[in-house]
């Protein structure tokens, strides 16, 4: 095996001076749909209380968001070679602002199906932002320091993460009414339109506010000087690009680790509620924990940005992989406060795994093949989409409860973490392989 531990004698700039504002607008881009994340994940627990559906049925919010990523990713990628990563950029903020105003005639009709839609449209905004950011960052500076500089960048995601879980928690959580309520049925009709549409007016105000950012973020890219990265490749054949990548092994290996790393996060994130709910903590109490998560996200991308200088991406995605496992073993194992804690924990170790995986997906291919290389990765992001549904029904086997029956002698909610458990081992074994090389 080769040394983990890198060279770092002749070690060069993460940005160069003259790049650093190009890159602090790209970053920015990061923590903006890390928000929209955040805010997204506690709504499946607020539609199942709001709109008293199963959480097979909840699960369709992350469906509808995360499936818009899998359609608009080739579409977005196909763009930016015609035009460049700065078109991709504009596009994307306009279909995220589009989105989530969306959610303004959404609470009008209170249809599960119209939020469902809107927040469809925002995430072909988020795969045009991602497709064009992910590849713009690795572009902007030395090939050496792409993958420490990607990190970098995408360190400003939990940013975003965090001042959206706390926008979801102050804004949302804490208002529901629903959330108050043990048992509708118990309700008269009147009583029950009544909080319904008050808390589907309460879900909808922070997509509208955040709809307007976006139109301001738009408007401040527009007139931005932005540079512009071409190569004589560009006109190249599509068909060729497509060909060299479906025969890239580490590429095809990053898309298929980048699902289940995708997966693992979303499950890991939406469902702490529903775990939170199996041992008897609220909502609000839960979103504290989620916060908790976050804030050691961002020391996670921090911590690795430095390990990044002085071991192999392949053998620290391999490491940080290894400690997930064991971690999300305490998920499943444990039935109390030490479960939660470790679902906690494992946000740390999650932290490297996109951006990494990423970098080592492209590190041998141009400029014009990454943007198409990009596509696929972003593509990828749909395991957030799949996952967490089957999740779902794995939580529902019982009933709507998420602990009605146990399965091999766990509760419905224990057992289902045995799918983020899964996806890290195929992430370690992809961090391995590239580990070795």
């Known amino acids: 095996m080769h040394s983990p531990v890198m060279n770092n004698s002749n070690s060069k700039p993460i940005i160069r001076k003259e790049l650093f504002f190009p890159f602090i607008l790209l970053s920015s881009l990061f923590a903006l749909w890390g928000f929209a994340n955040a805010v997204t994940d506690p709504m499946v627990q607020a539609f199942k209380k709001v709109l008293?559906?199963?959480?097979?049925?909840?699960?369709?919010?992350?469906?509808?968001?995360?499936?818009?990523?899998?359609?608009?990713?080739?579409?977005?990628?196909?763009?930016?070679?015609?035009?460049?990563?700065?078109?991709?950029?504009?596009?994307?903020?306009?279909?995220?602002?589009?989105?989530?105003?969306?959610?303004?005639?959404?609470?009008?009709?209170?249809?599960?199906?119209?939020?469902?839609?809107?927040?469809?449209?925002?995430?072909?905004?988020?795969?045009?932002?991602?497709?064009?950011?992910?590849?713009?960052?690795?572009?902007?500076?030395?090939?050496?320091?792409?993958?420490?500089?990607?990190?970098?960048?995408?360190?400003?995601?939990?940013?975003?993460?965090?001042?959206?879980?706390?926008?979801?928690?102050?804004?949302?959580?804490?208002?529901?009414?629903?959330?108050?309520?043990?048992?509708?049925?118990?309700?008269?009709?009147?009583?029950?339109?009544?909080?319904?549409?008050?808390?589907?007016?309460?879900?909808?105000?922070?997509?509208?506010?955040?709809?307007?950012?976006?139109?301001?973020?738009?408007?401040?890219?527009?007139?931005?000087?932005?540079?512009?990265?071409?190569?004589?490749?560009?006109?190249?054949?599509?068909?060729?690009?497509?060909?060299?990548?479906?025969?890239?092994?580490?590429?095809?290996?990053?898309?298929?680790?980048?699902?289940?790393?995708?997966?693992?996060?979303?499950?890991?994130?939406?469902?702490?509620?529903?775990?939170?709910?199996?041992?008897?903590?609220?909502?609000?109490?839960?979103?504290?924990y989620q916060m908790a998560a976050f804030v050691l996200f961002v020391i996670g991308r921090l911590t690795s940005t430095v390990l990044f200088r002085f071991f192999k991406s392949g053998y620290l995605l391999m490491t940080f992989s290894i400690l997930a496992i064991f971690f999300n073993s305490g998920v499943i194992i444990f039935d109390d406060n030490l479960g939660l804690y470790c679902l906690v924990i494992v946000s740390f170790f999650m932290s490297l795994m996109f951006p990494t995986i990423y970098g080592i997906a492209l590190e041998d291919f141009d400029v014009d093949e990454s943007k198409i290389g990009s596509a696929g990765l972003v593509m990828a992001i749909v395991g957030g989409a799949l996952m967490p549904k089957l999740q779902a029904m794995i939580i529902d086997l019982g009933g709507n409860n998420v602990d009605d029956i146990t399965v091999l002698g766990m509760s419905e909610i224990n057992f289902s973490f045995v799918l983020p458990l899964f996806s890290f081992i195929i992430i370690a074994i992809y961090g391995y392989r590239n580990s070795v090389e």
């Not at 035009?83 to 279909?95: D, F």
């Not at 009008?108 to 992910?134: P, R, S």
């Open 52 to 288: 008293e559906l199963s959480n097979s049925q909840a699960a369709w919010v992350q469906m509808s968001f995360y499936g818009g990523y899998f359609c608009m990713a080739i579409p977005a990628a196909i763009i930016m070679r015609k035009y460049n990563y700065k078109v991709g950029i504009l596009v994307g903020l306009a279909l995220y602002a589009i989105g989530a105003l969306i959610f303004y005639p959404a609470a009008i009709t209170q249809e599960f199906w119209f939020f469902c839609v809107a927040l469809y449209i925002l995430t072909f905004g988020l795969a045009f932002l991602e497709t064009a950011a992910n590849p713009y960052v690795l572009a902007l500076g030395d090939k050496e320091t792409a993958t420490q500089r990607l990190n970098l960048a995408q360190a400003f995601n939990p940013l975003g993460l965090i001042l959206g879980l706390f926008t979801a928690q102050q804004f949302v959580l804490k208002k529901l009414k629903s959330d108050d309520i043990q048992d509708f049925n118990a309700l008269d009709e009147t009583s029950r339109i009544l909080i319904k549409t008050t808390d589907l007016l309460v879900i909808r105000d922070p997509y509208v506010f955040l709809g307007m950012i976006i139109l301001c973020v738009f408007i401040l890219f527009f007139f931005s000087k932005m540079p512009v990265y071409k190569e004589q490749s560009f006109n190249s054949d599509s068909n060729i690009i497509f060909t060299r990548l479906f025969k890239n092994k580490k590429y095809i290996g990053g898309v298929v680790s980048q699902i289940f790393y995708v997966g693992a996060q979303i499950m890991c994130w939406t469902y702490i509620y529903q775990y939170a709910e199996g041992i008897g903590v609220d909502n609000v109490t839960a979103s504290y």
